[in-house]
């Protein structure tokens, strides 16, 4: 039982380049969510997705794209990358969208230069 | 919008004493949820509070809900050097325009001197 699987782990881009991440999760859950972490500002949601076929932005979605391939698959595109996009990136799902806890994947460590 | 705030951002403690971390948000919530994060790790679940007043315990960890649901606490007793980590609190919006949005506070960061 994996849980969350996120890739890739580490990625290097140059401002400009786009990428995806992917992310998947294998406990039949609804929910679906993509953040970042930043130093001293916690976990900002960039896009979510409530159920299969639905996404919906969070706080900080411009320069973001998702797509809800599956029940399992929730992928974070960015089509531009910018210097700002330095962070750590983390999927999340859980069986509800409302107060449900939360479990992450491992976090994808992005570095735009 | 909702805010959470979490202070103090860092606390550094020697093994042994106990660590307290204080959660408030701007707006009244449904629930709280507490999550650590190891160093270069990814946050996990500790517990989710959903009463008012409500207190809860695991082991050396007590989590306190407070009366008016806008506020919480994460204690520890006699921390170990295990407890080194990050320590983010989550709160549910109840209602207007906070209703159904999780919020992360900015996490305290604990680190133990053996």
């Known amino acids: 039982n994996a849980g969350v699987t996120q890739t890739p782990k580490f990625q290097v881009l140059k401002t400009g380049q786009s990428m995806t991440l992917q992310c998947a999760q294998d406990?039949?859950?609804?929910?679906m969510y993509w953040y970042r972490q930043d130093p001293g500002m916690g976990l900002r949601l960039i896009y979510y997705?409530?159920?299969?076929?639905?996404?919906d932005k969070g706080e900080v979605p411009n320069g973001y794209n998702v797509s809800r391939l599956n029940k399992r698959e929730f992928s974070l595109r960015l089509e531009s990358a910018a210097p700002s996009q330095t962070s750590v990136y983390f999927c999340?799902?859980?069986?509800?969208?409302?107060?449900?806890?939360?479990?992450f994947g491992a976090g994808t460590r992005l570095s735009v230069l | 919008g909702q805010q959470v705030m979490q202070i103090p951002q860092y606390q550094h403690v020697q093994e042994g004493e106990d660590f307290t971390t204080y959660c408030n948000s701007s707006?009244?919530?449904?629930?709280i949820q507490w999550y650590k994060q190891r160093p270069g790790g990814h946050p996990v679940f500790l517990i989710q509070?959903?009463?008012?007043?409500e207190v809860k315990k695991q082991k050396r960890l007590t989590f306190q809900f407070g009366e008016a649901k806008k506020n919480s606490s994460l204690h520890i007793t006699a921390t170990q050097t295990t407890d080194v980590g990050t320590y983010f609190c989550?709160?549910?919006?109840?209602?207007?325009?906070?209703?159904?949005?999780?919020?992360f506070g900015q996490g305290t960061i604990l680190t133990v001197h053996p």
């Open positions: 989550a709160g549910l919006g109840a209602g207007g325009t906070s209703y159904g949005k999780l919020t």
């Open positions: 406990m039949n859950h609804n929910s």
């Open positions: 509070l959903v009463k008012s007043g």
């Open positions: 999340a799902s859980s069986e509800a969208l409302l107060g449900d806890r939360k479990y």
């Open positions: 707006t009244t919530l449904s629930n």
């Open positions: 997705s409530a159920s299969e076929g639905t996404t």
